[in-house]
């Protein structure tokens, strides 16, 4: 009876050592967020609200703890709600090292819109802000 209580024991203790080194490994694999490169974040960053991507637009985002995926999802829902559509983004003030990117596009009125987002960049990523850009 003992010799069973002990190989439940240490296979439950292996199965809980197998999954914590499996979520290990997920987690060190994962990617960091941002694009690689100015030129990467620009076109991504169309690509995703274009889109409608809200899964697309949480990884460009720096945001602080783990709310990006909620906040993508529901900026992107008001995105699809006010149907955006032919949006583009330039990056500036400088193209190679930008601080600002401007949002363009249209609303499903037709109407034009515009705004600024902030640009951040850490260690080699390059991710959006959702404050004012600083002038």
Known sequence: MHIRRDVKVGLSVA?????????????VHEPDPGAATPAELRDR????????????????????????????????????????????????????SPTRATVTGTLGDG??????LTVTTEDGRWTIAFTPPLP
């Open 15 to 27: 199965a809980a050592a197998v999954w914590i080194g499996a979520v290990t490994l997920l987690i």
């Open 111 to 116: 109407r034009p819109f515009s705004y600024p």
């Open 45 to 96: 960053l169309t690509s995703a609200l274009g889109g409608h991507d809200s899964d697309a637009l949480s990884d460009l985002l720096d945001y602080p703890g783990s709310g990006a995926g909620d906040f993508a999802k529901a900026y992107v829902a008001v995105l699809a709600d006010r149907g955006v559509h032919d949006v583009r983004v330039e990056l500036g003030p400088e193209a190679g």
